[in-house]
């Protein structure tokens, strides 16, 4: 069994005459350009054009930008066996359709398939609300397991430990927005990043500590923001973008018996002889190093990109508030109890304005111009940045926040799960469904 790591999720399983690709993304500058990969992929020659295309099998986790990328699956035959996990809705499914995928096989979460020649695979979905999954690839007497960003509950944890894992590729990093983007108090928000920063690795140990892999290598993650407006949410102190150096660390202090391997995009694992060492000497410079640098090089591509961002359209306003307002009255009025905010929206630009919706009114209608002064919560984004999620041009509205190109405030500075479940995937069926269980 081949193992070639290309970067957050991404990796090139080969195993019993087969290969099986994970969650390719392999451009630059997703979520509104300003994700890029830990290290810019290119610079090892890594494009959408240069990967190997002969593939059998690619699986998908989740609709992330920085997982499923539609420039890079549009190098890929339509009809390539896409393995996905069965989700609860079919909204995943649909999204991969559109985008022109025409083989999409479901697998239930924990059934093994066995793709021939003793090539098994089992995904298994998340344990949380948002779609999300993980495979194990077991072939040749080895095991592979790729975690994505997939958070398992405990019972799958442990059986994987079963499975004697020889590699595994785990979530350490943060992927979101809290509590960077929060307006807080210096003080307050130093404390909240370290705090973050401490579970995050202390979760990462944990998972690694329960499945016990002979190599855990610390993976999906982190991102490299080389926007220079935005380049301090890099920085230890202001952000959750781990080094992967940290998390190796963490895995020798809490003494487990599992090695834990830094690996850059291209380095290799064989079953035969271990790890293989094929990134650019870039790539091995201490992190802020290569930050500084690939900023440089990157500088004037990103100030091009960002002017050649498509304005708001002049309907942006009446858009807006009927989008949501369909959104909130499909609702159970159960549901809308449960999240119970007052959400204002201001939105800058030409084509701006501010907005509230109001989950505590009995009927609609639910969203009202302007911005309540008993808001809970409030998100400001410019109006050409919004303006693809009203308008159904964009599907997934939580790709705004992941920009890091919004300012977020919270009244009282609670987390509201219902709210962001609502945010992510608002479907009524789903969202009732999941709180009568919970």
């Known amino acids: 069994m081949k193992v070639t790591y290309y970067g957050q999720a991404c990796t090139m399983i080969e195993a019993a005459g087969r290969r099986l690709l994970t969650d390719p993304w392999l451009t630059e500058g997703a979520y509104g350009g300003t994700w890029f990969h830990t290290h810019v992929l290119a610079e090892a020659g890594v494009t959408p054009e240069t990967i190997r295309k002969d593939v059998d099998y690619i699986f998908l986790s989740h609709e992330h930008q920085d997982h499923l990328d539609p420039a890079t699956l549009q190098h890929f035959p339509k009809d390539v066996p896409v393995l996905i996990c069965r989700f609860p809705t079919r909204k995943f499914r649909h999204h991969l359709e559109e985008i022109g995928l025409t083989n999409i096989q479901e697998l239930a979460s924990g059934e093994p398939r066995n793709l021939g020649d003793g090539l098994e695979v089992t995904i298994f979905g998340s344990a949380e609300y948002t779609n999300d999954a993980a495979i194990l690839v077991t072939a040749e007497g080895h095991s592979v397991f790729n975690e994505t960003d997939c958070k398992l509950g405990y019972r799958e944890l442990e059986l994987l430990r079963d499975r004697n894992i020889d590699i595994g590729f785990f979530m350490f990093s943060g992927a979101n927005w809290y509590p960077m983007l929060y307006e807080n108090s210096a003080e307050a928000k130093l404390e909240q990043v370290r705090r973050r920063r401490r579970l995050l690795l202390k979760g990462f140990v944990e998972r690694v500590r329960l499945t016990r892999p002979r190599i855990a290598v610390p993976s999906a993650g982190p991102c490299t923001i080389l926007d220079p407006d935005l380049r301090w949410l890099n920085s230890k102190e202001l952000g959750i973008f781990i080094d992967p150096e940290d998390a190796v660390a963490a895995i020798r202090a809490a003494g487990l018996p599992t090695d834990g391997v830094n690996m850059a995009a291209t380095d290799v694992w064989d079953s035969s002889r271990g790890i293989e060492r094929h990134a650019p000497p870039a790539f091995r410079l201490p992190r802020d190093q290569y930050l500084e640098e690939a900023a440089g090089r990157w500088a004037d591509v990103i100030r091009a990109r960002k002017a050649a961002e498509p304005p708001a359209q002049a309907d942006l306003p009446t858009l807006l508030p009927r989008h949501f307002e369909r959104l909130v009255a499909a609702q159970t ?106």
């Open 333 to 438: 009025p159960a549901i809308r109890a449960r999240i119970g905010a007052k959400v204002g929206f201001h939105v800058t630009g030409p084509h701006g304005g501010s907005w509230t919706l109001d989950f505590t009114r009995p009927s609609a209608p639910f969203v009202e111009e302007g911005l309540a002064s008993d808001w809970t919560y409030r998100i400001e984004a410019e109006d050409k940045l919004i303006y693809p999620f009203v308008s159904g041009a964009e599907p997934f509205l939580e790709d705004l926040f992941l920009s890091m190109r919004v300012n977020l405030a919270r009244r009282p500075d609670v987390y509201n799960e219902p709210l962001y479940h609502f945010l992510y995937e608002p479907d009524p069926g789903k969202l009732h469904d999941w709180y009568a269980a919970h």
